[in-house]
């Protein structure tokens, strides 16, 4: 149609590097087809040159270029654009380069794709070559036509694989919508999570804990590559294949993740996808590394295009196969989707949490009332049983007194309960104040109240020097008089022994009471904390079962955690935690381990 020598599809990769996959030429020409040549080759003011115009000439590569007389507009005194002329020369390097390939004319036809330059149909010609109107105009046309049937290819081509990665995308959106949260469903359909982006090896990372799915860096290193995605990615989205390119030490693990596809869900929470090395083999046409050479022309250093074409080969390292336009796609699609999901979660948690306020406003007022009616009638049924009992007492006989015995028991029973009952439902996280407090001086007024009990049972109890603690006070005390209370209720034949003791951890206290009771099956090490739950009958050892249930309540309102390691019949340590430092407002928007 034109008559030139060569006619090649040229195409822009990603890093707009160009790779000819298409070529039609003389036989006795040296063939182009599947070399890559670098972006330096079409820089970027070319290539803007290029996507606003459909179609550039350059009939005579050796042709000299004719000044102007009048450069500047003379209305505005500006400098007169000649971006859409056709009768523009060319610039001396680009012609240049043209003469080194030993082209004497050249026709380049654009192939644009939503304004964005995807690749030129580039014709050359050994000698000049001048192309007139009409067929520039039908060479325009064709070139849309050509890009058209190319789009359509593309599409058809990806679409099975894009109708894949939304079914994916679809069992990922319902496996999260049917977990208690986004994680626990991505987590089981891990194959799926693998899957949408074509990857090897994927990380959820939420906040400082990572769920590593597949071939992926270790735990620490995936730590560190996050700090730096942080520091330095700042796009929701973020991928390359090859990452020790931009961040050194991805060079240790390369075999697993030199691509990286990464989201950002916040700014604590991403998920992370990983593609191992793949080693290739890339024909350019000529050493990308000398795009330029530099010559004295004149006295003077000029910078010149390269003189060499011929083939090069490169082995290109640390990198991975390329991702998709669809997987990106994908992979933001999954993002939103979590996002939608979480926004619903907080909804039903607002809504969840406002009735669970007015549902504890009314159990507090329901347990304040029921203790203070119960209180009363309970008082005078002891006075009057211990009345009948004064009066009686010559006219009642042995099980007469006994029946009165139990009256008095049952009542004395009742009203611990009912303070029991009220002491549990004052532990609430809204109606506490958290202060510094000295944890030494909590411990020793819960003695203090226990001094009679202590006295009776000859209990010891010692402690090692305990901390200072962001904590509220009387909520620790009766967490120390809970747990020693117990200590000596549920003691052995020997003399009771009580030691208490805490250590630093990375963020939080830890601390023990260690005693040398009957100890505890380690079947109930976590029944004991329910309410009312009890593993022994009251004739054995009094109680409500209230008082370790309280003891957690307590550790929850702390952003803690409280349990018990024991074996029967050697005693039992109860260890609880509480956070380092910390606000008030920390304490309370915090989440209980």
């Not at 899957?195 to 799915?213: F, R």
């Not at 270790?218 to 989205?237: A, F, G, M, S």
């Not at 309410?531 to 003891?551: K, N, S, V, W």
Request: charged share 25%.
């Amino acid at each position: 149609m034109t008559g030139f020598d060569r006619v090649m599809l040229y195409k822009f990769d990603e890093d707009d590097h160009g790779e000819v996959i298409a070529e039609d030429k003389l036989a006795e020409l040296e063939p182009y087809l599947g070399l890559h040549y670098p972006a330096s080759d079409i820089p970027l003011p070319a290539r803007r040159l290029f996507s606003s115009n459909y179609i550039r000439l350059i009939p005579d590569a050796k042709a000299t270029g004719i000044d102007l007389f009048s450069k500047l507009h003379p209305l505005n005194d500006t400098a007169l654009d000649l971006t859409h002329s056709i009768l523009r020369s060319a610039s001396p390097c680009h012609l240049e380069y043209l003469h080194n390939m030993g082209v004497g004319a050249s026709l380049t036809i654009s192939l644009i794709d939503d304004r964005k330059l995807w690749g030129l149909i580039a014709c050359h010609h050994l000698t000049p070559k001048y192309v007139p109107y009409e067929l520039r105009k039908a060479c325009e046309f064709l070139g849309q036509v050509v890009f058209s049937e190319i789009s359509a290819k593309e599409e058809t081509k990806d679409y099975d694989y894009r109708m894949k990665l939304t079914r994916i995308q679809g069992a990922l959106i319902e496996s999260m919508s049917q977990a208690d949260n986004f994680i626990e469903g991505l987590i089981n359909s891990n194959q799926n999570l693998l899957d949408l982006t074509s990857s090897q090896g994927v990380a959820v990372c939420v906040g400082e804990e990572y769920n590593l799915i597949g071939n992926t860096p270790k735990e620490e290193e995936v730590k560190y590559l996050l700090q730096w995605l942080k520091k330095n990615i700042d796009e929701e989205v973020f991928s390359t294949p090859s990452l020790p390119h931009l961040y050194a030490d991805a060079r240790n693990f390369k075999n697993v993740a030199s691509g990286l596809l990464a989201i950002k869900i916040s700014h604590r929470n991403y998920i992370l996808w990983f593609r191992p090395e793949v080693i290739q083999t890339v024909n350019w046409g000529g050493d990308p590394s000398k795009a330029y050479e530099m010559q004295k022309i004149d006295g003077n250093l000029r910078l010149c295009p390269r003189k060499s074409f011929e083939l090069w080969k490169e082995t290109v390292r640390l990198t991975s196969l390329s991702w998709k336009p669809i997987e990106i796609k994908a992979a933001l699609g999954l993002k939103e989707a979590i996002v939608n999901i979480i926004l619903r979660q907080a909804d039903e948690l607002a809504e969840l949490a406002h009735d669970l306020e007015l549902s504890n406003a009314e159990l507090k007022k329901f347990a304040y009332v029921a203790s203070h009616d119960l209180q009363e009638p309970l008082n005078q049924v002891s006075n009057y049983v211990q009345l009948l009992e004064m009066r009686y007492d010559e006219a009642l006989d042995e099980d007469g007194k006994e029946f009165i015995n139990f009256a008095v028991e049952g009542v004395s029973l009742m009203q611990t309960l009912i303070d029991d009952v009220l002491a549990y439902s004052k532990v609430d996280i809204r109606d506490i104040k958290f202060d510094l407090t000295e944890s030494e001086n909590a411990l020793e007024k819960a003695i203090a109240n226990l001094r009679g009990r202590i006295a009776e049972t000859n209990a010891i109890i010692t402690h090692d020097p305990l901390p200072t603690v962001m904590a509220n006070s009387t909520q620790l005390i009766q967490l120390f008089l809970n747990l020693i209370s117990n200590a000596i209720k549920f003691r052995s034949e020997a003399t009771p022994e009580i030691h208490i003791q805490a250590q630093r951890l990375e963020d939080e206290w830890l601390f023990s009471v260690e005693d040398n009771g009957i100890g505890i099956d380690p079947r109930f090490s976590d029944r004991i904390f329910i309410i009312f739950q009890r593993l022994h009958t009251r004739d054995e050892y009094p109680g409500t079962g209230m008082g370790l249930a309280i003891c957690k309540k307590i550790m929850e309102c702390h952003r803690g955690k409280i349990w018990v390691e024991s074996e029967i019949g050697q005693g039992a340590t109860f260890y609880f935690t509480i956070p380092v430092g910390g606000t008030e407002r920390d304490r309370k928007r915090g989440s209980t381990r």
